[in-house]
């Protein structure tokens, strides 16, 4: 089946450094997935960051972004500087085009320190 | 605004015991599917729906069944509760088409089963 990989469970990182939340995905019964990074922060439900549907793009919300790559499987979320407000759990996710079915992977927990 | 809201949000229930869960969406959205998360992990689908009257199987239904008796709403149903479907679950709308996969998600239950 489908799946996504997210190698660190938690992040810590100092405000203003930079970030890289790694992300690759498998998708044995998609030709090209949706690829998604969604977000929960703390007290709040589950919500939407960011989304690519083309091979190849960027996509970019909150200083954050991820380019699609469909060569290296992967959808990496980058942020060039954190702030303390940045601190969340942060889920990878594929969606197969026809059903909207979404696959998670495990999520990220990134601290932001001041 | 629109929402989805999740009721109850928080049950206890006893082994054996019939629980329901249930979601009304205000999205107008084709699609609804239920999720389970449970501590350290992401999202696992259990049933998902694409219309009033349809209720399609996730990749953990064991132990669930599903209703879709309007457009608006979305039950879960758990006939005889056991221990092991003690988590958090997760109600979501989303649209078909290109768009697929950008989900709405409810604050969530969680259900303990005693």
């Known amino acids: 089946g489908d799946s996504v990989t997210q190698t660190e469970g938690q992040v810590t990182v100092s405000e203003s450094k930079s970030l890289i939340i790694n992300c690759t995905y498998s998708?044995?019964?998609?030709?090209?997935?949706?690829l998604f990074w969604y977000v929960r922060y703390p007290g709040e439900g589950l919500q939407l960051l960011l989304k690519?549907?083309?091979?190849?793009q960027k996509g970019s919300s909150r200083g954050f972004e991820a380019t699609y790559n469909k060569e290296a499987t992967s959808f990496h979320l980058q942020k060039a500087s954190v702030q303390e407000s940045d601190s969340a759990v942060y889920y990878c996710a594929l969606s197969e085009a026809n059903t909207g079915k979404l696959t998670f992977g495990d999520g990220t927990v990134l601290t932001v320190k001041p | 605004e629109a929402a989805v809201t999740q009721s109850p949000r928080n049950k206890v229930a006893v082994t054996g015991g019939k629980v329901t869960l249930s979601c009304n969406q205000t999205?107008?959205?084709?699609?609804m599917y239920w999720y389970r998360q449970d501590t350290g992990h992401g999202l696992r689908l259990i049933h998902y729906?694409?219309?009033?009257?349809?209720?399609e199987k996730g990749d953990i239904p064991d132990g669930y069944k599903a209703s879709r008796p309007s457009q608006e709403n979305f039950s879960l149903i758990l006939e005889l509760a056991t221990p092991s479907q003690t988590s958090v679950y997760f109600c979501?709308?989303?649209?078909?088409?290109?768009?697929?996969?950008?989900?709405?998600f409810g604050e969530g239950s969680k259900l303990t089963v005693l």
């Open positions: 729906s694409y219309g009033a009257g349809s209720t």
């Open positions: 998708a044995t019964s998609i030709g090209y997935p949706n």
């Open positions: 690519v549907i083309t091979a190849g």
């Open positions: 979501a709308s989303g649209e078909t088409g290109w768009n697929t996969g950008q989900l709405y």
């Open positions: 999205n107008n959205h084709n699609n």
